[in-house]
């Protein structure tokens, strides 16, 4: 059953902390159900949502002449840049592609913002590879693809050991937004979400949503589990088949719908028995929030890949009348 459990929080950290944030007290902090235990049914108009967008993003791998192809590169960018985007992470995209370019090496007039970026196009490319190619993606394919997000900041990887909060005071999570399940509940917390991500009991898109909604409330790491847990949903979608020719590009619209997107994830984290009208009710209404964004990223998907055989395709023209003309 989900819920809100009492912790009490007492400083670790004295020297250099304000004296407004030397707090002690109480804070609520969230534990979900397992995603198991979600008996998770759809009305006429939810399933039917949910139906078109699948048929949407399985549209864009039929494209014909390549289009899709042709841009795959472009969409894994505009991910990563938008993923890291909703983070507070924007670099220029220049700035990414010179990143990108000079590899772990430092690259002079390359902004400190712009590396991290980079990375993040290599997360979304492993778990959209190498996360896909495996049999069963485990804990530790998560934990490493979480360590190539920030390979040099020792201090963050491997699963949390202390608890972890968004919002509120830097130093406490007393005031804080919402605050994560203690760290001794994380490890079996995300065994069960890769049990989750290995199987099939819903569609691919809803499986998406619920792992992304999950991760980020069990929110396993110290940082950047934002940009890891929408990395995620490309693992389910690539893995289910959804996708199999270049990335949908949900953060783009997920980026500027971050009010929605909030919201739902509020909405996903229920208190009480999982079959309860209330429970269910945020669970959907999650789900349709995601759905919604997939479509969206579809569509702007396909329009993009649209223009650009176009454009080709007038070049091409362009070309032919050039030599033509001289002979």
Do not use: C
Request: charged content about 20%; glycine content about 8%; overall charge negative.
């Amino acid at each position: 059953m989900a819920g809100w459990s009492e912790g009490q929080w007492e400083p670790t950290v004295v020297g250099g902390v304000p004296r407004r944030d030397l707090r002690t007290g109480t804070y609520a902090r969230y534990v979900p159900d397992l995603l198991e235990a979600h008996p998770l049914t759809f009305d006429s108009t939810l399933a039917r949502k949910i139906a078109d967008a699948e048929r949407a993003v399985r549209a864009l791998n039929t494209l014909g002449g390549g289009s899709l192809a042709s841009i795959a590169r472009f969409l894994l960018r505009s991910e990563a840049i938008a993923s890291s985007r909703i983070e507070g992470v924007a670099p220029s995209a220049k700035q990414v592609a010179l990143a990108e370019l000079g590899g772990r090496e430092h690259v002079r007039g390359v902004s400190e913002q712009a590396q991290p970026v980079a990375n993040n196009m290599t997360v979304v490319r492993e778990a959209t590879t190498a996360l896909v190619a495996a049999n069963d993606v485990t804990v530790d394919d998560i934990v490493a693809l979480h360590r190539a997000l920030m390979p040099e900041d020792a201090r963050h990887h491997g699963l949390r050991t202390v608890q972890n909060w968004i919002g509120g005071s830097d130093w406490h999570p007393i005031d804080a937004d919402f605050v994560p399940p203690p760290a001794e509940l994380v490890r079996g917390l995300m065994s069960d979400l890769v049990d989750f991500i290995n199987g099939a009991a819903h569609s691919p898109l809803v499986q998406a949503a619920l792992v992304h909604a999950q991760f980020e409330t069990i929110h396993p790491f110290t940082d950047g589990n934002g940009r890891v847990g929408r990395a995620l949903i490309h693992t389910v979608l690539a893995r289910r088949g959804l996708t199999t020719t270049a990335i949908l590009p949900i953060s783009l619209v997920l980026s500027t719908w971050r009010d929605r997107y909030v919201a739902g994830l509020v909405a996903y984290r229920y208190q009480g028995d999982p079959a309860e009208a209330a429970s269910i009710a945020g669970v959907r209404a999650w789900v349709s929030t995601f759905v919604e964004a997939a479509e969206s990223a579809a569509t702007q998907s396909a329009d993009l890949a649209e223009k650009v055989e176009a454009l080709r395709a007038a070049w091409s023209t362009r070309v032919a009348s050039t030599r033509e003309s001289r002979g």
